[in-house]
């Protein structure tokens, strides 16, 4: 099938990637019923269907992607560490810049490659899962798809350089894909044949736009059709980045962002994970000196995503180093300092946007706001307690919680697949539905 004639989106989260498709033109109400998530996880090997690891290992003259070198980095001990993260290099204040730098010797130790050529091998990566799960018996046909993608930071005076950017990189993965082949990441690529991709001529790549990641997840969570005014303030809280926007809904009107109401914290899911590995560490009786404790830690980065969905679900979890189990229960990480650090960031973080989109809608007479979360830290025990708490202040207006879910999701037609995960892949969902009119695009600031 081609991909002529479809919208294909992508979120580079920090710890998953996301991918979903709609075929364009279609009015919104059937847009979201021919919406659907794309299985690029099932397609890269992982455990979750639509979710694909966002993670490159570097090792021997090798690199590894996805679950292969989840399964490498784990296998090379403490001493080495993965790349992950790409979205904050791609939300970076300064792209040129961050991307000309190198990893450090822990991830690349032959510095053999500067962050921009890692991230234009991690997107054809990207663009081979989307391909293939777009259609596997002709992935060439997905190229021709126009394609959307998501961003944590957009700052006004750059937004049109940095999307120009952005496309370049795209078009760069798009030719080391076509040299590469469909599949090439089942098996680890060697620095040659990287390198060697790395040179071929960008390819053509029909890139419709970029979003904020907070606007893409009220696309999904607004009404359709708007019979009235809906505000809406969403919590996105990723892995990389907690993404907090206030929104305006009129009917026949384009979405509105309160601009002083964006917030874009580099303090989320990753936090969540240091302040995990930190409680490992003060219980781990056989890592008390600095080099056990650096090696626990290192030991740590490639498994505690996995760990922490287990501590957060059954209330502990256990992790063995140097042959002796380390058991951590839920309580030892909430009282910990970095836990509770991180808490006090994201409660400040969303009360002051909160408070600048109150302020917007008493101008307005309006009577309340919705309230959206999204991102697998959407479902920490701390999210929505901050709307109980700002309740329980006596403040005399309404804030209206929302499910994890938007109703049109649970519609038949998924099958049960979309409404379980929703918040993990509401960025990706939103993207492919949003109205062109709010797409960044030759210096549109959304």
């Not at 021919?34 to 290992?57: E, H, K, T």
């Not at 394609?147 to 795209?170: C, E, K, Q, S, V």
């Not at 960025?427 to 492919?432: D, E, K, M, P, Q």
């Amino acid at each position: 099938m081609s991909a002529a004639g479809w919208i294909v989106s992508v979120d580079f989260g920090t710890a998953f990637s996301k991918a979903a498709a709609v075929p364009d033109g279609l009015p919104p109400a059937e847009a979201r019923r021919q919406v659907r998530a794309l299985a690029i996880g099932a397609v890269a090997g992982a455990a979750s269907p639509m979710l694909a690891p966002s993670v490159m290992f570097l090792d021997q003259g090798e690199i590894a992607f996805g679950p292969l070198a989840q399964e490498r980095a784990s296998e090379a001990g403490p001493k080495r560490e993965p790349l992950q993260s790409f979205k904050l290099l791609l939300g970076a204040s300064d792209l040129a810049a961050v991307t000309a730098s190198r990893p450090n010797r822990l991830i690349d130790p032959d510095s053999a490659f500067v962050y921009r050529e890692l991230i234009i091998l991690y997107l054809a990566y990207l663009l081979g899962l989307a391909d293939e799960a777009f259609d596997k018996t002709n992935p060439a046909g997905a190229a021709k798809a126009q394609l959307r993608y998501t961003r944590p930071g957009w700052y006004t005076n750059r937004t049109a350089a940095d999307h120009a950017f952005i496309r370049d990189l795209f078009a760069s993965a798009r030719g080391a894909l076509t040299l590469l082949g469909p599949g090439f990441w089942r098996m680890p690529l060697s620095y040659e044949a990287a390198h060697r991709a790395l040179q071929a001529n960008p390819a053509p790549v029909f890139v419709d736009g970029g979003l904020f990641e907070a606007t893409a997840v009220a696309v999904g969570f607004l009404p359709d059709p708007l019979t009235s005014v809906e505000r809406l303030l969403v919590v996105d809280i990723g892995a990389g980045t907690t993404d907090i926007g206030a929104y305006i809904a009129a009917p026949g009107q384009p979405l509105e962002e309160v601009a002083a109401a964006r917030r874009v914290l580099t303090v989320a899911g990753d936090a969540v994970d240091r302040a995990v590995m930190d409680a490992v560490l003060g219980k781990a009786q056989s890592a008390r000196k600095p080099d056990q404790q650096a090696a626990l830690w290192r030991s740590l980065l490639s498994v505690i995503r996995a760990q922490k969905e287990t501590l957060f679900e059954l209330g502990r979890m256990s992790v063995r180093f140097d042959g002796k189990p380390v058991v951590v229960n839920l309580k030892d990480v909430e009282r910990g300092p970095l836990y509770r650090s991180l808490v006090a960031d994201i409660t400040a973080a969303f009360s002051a946007s909160l408070d600048a989109a109150v302020v917007d809608a008493l101008k307005a007479d309006a009577p309340g706001i919705s309230v959206a979360f999204a991102g697998g830290g959407a479902a920490l025990p701390f999210a929505r307690d901050m709307i109980h708490r700002i309740k329980a202040t006596g403040q005399r207006f309404t804030l209206t919680a929302l499910p994890e879910c938007p109703p049109w999701a649970h519609d038949p037609v998924f099958e049960g697949a979309l409404a379980p995960h929703y918040g993990k892949i509401a960025i990706a969902l939103g993207a492919a539905l949003a109205p062109r009119d709010i797409l960044i695009a030759g210096g549109v600031r959304f």
